[in-house]
């Protein structure tokens, strides 16, 4: 049975929803409806996908319900006026604890992607971490600048702190890949949006979850690497 979606918030204009983990955005052929068709079947409204998470990355996404408001967020998305940030586990020694990580991205082997030297068209994501309760386990708090394809993945595997779960990026096998978009910021029609969700599966998400909202919530008030 599909589950019933999740409404963060319901503007005239659009619908942030909250994306669980293990679900493709979009319809995976044979294996199902996807996470954005969902959506509308169940919303009854047509809408407008205008940025989208990978399949095993849960929280925050935004779905326009009118065609103005999907070419808005497509310009705001390129001009970089909504911040995001995401929260993600590692159980691995990271070779900084904060920077920014900068490379452009090319595809590699078994639908991976990798960082290269080079900064032509670059992924630029900015990172601090916090330890967590369970000992070796750290929460990275990550900012991307830009929005390339596996891109918060590879730069965690780029300083040898694969995400938690992610198998693909050489990470530990957990219960799911702790990777979460977890707070958007933006103005819309001079209306301030401001939006948390915290995760809702993991067990080391949920075992640390008030020091996890603790953190989130003094996202912005961080001095973020340049």
């Known amino acids: 049975m599909t589950e019933l979606i999740n409404i963060v918030l319901e503007h ?3 619908l942030v929803v909250d994306k669980p983990a293990n679900v493709n955005f979009h ?17 009854g409204h047509t809408l407008y996908p205008v940025h989208r ?9 935004i779905m326009a319900k009118t065609l103005e408001a999907a070419q808005w967020f497509q310009l705001a998305f390129a001009d970089k006026q909504i911040i995001k940030f995401y929260i993600a586990v590692t159980d691995q020694k990271p070779k900084k604890k904060q920077g920014t990580i900068k490379g452009d991205m090319a595809k590699a082997r078994r639908g991976q992607w990798k960082l290269l030297k080079t900064k032509v068209s670059p992924a630029v994501t900015r990172f601090h971490t916090v330890p967590l309760t369970q000992p070796g386990s750290r929460l990275f708090l990550l900012k991307p600048e830009t929005g390339k394809t596996h891109q918060l ?3 965690m595997k780029s300083i040898s702190a694969p995400i938690l779960g992610d198998e693909l990026y050489s990470g530990s096998n ?3 890949v702790y990777l979460h978009a977890t707070r958007l910021v933006f103005n819309y029609k001079d209306q301030n949006i401001d939006l948390i969700r915290l995760p809702n599966s993991g067990q080391v998400f949920l075992e640390d979850q008030l020091k996890i909202e ?7 008030e961080l001095n973020w690497p340049s």
């Not at 998470?53 to 996404?61: E, H, I």
């Not at 603790?214 to 912005?220: F, G, Y």
Request: overall charge negative; proline content about 2%; hydrophobic content about 35%.
């Open 12 to 14: 005239p204009d659009f």
């Open 27 to 43: 319809d995976e052929g044979d294996l199902g409806q996807g996470f954005f068709n969902q959506c509308m079947n169940q919303y």
């Open 53 to 61: 998470l990978d399949k095993v990355t849960s929280g925050l996404v």
């Open 153 to 155: 993945r590879v730069a």
């Open 174 to 176: 957990s219960d799911r």
């Open 214 to 220: 603790s953190v989130v919530e003094q996202l912005l």
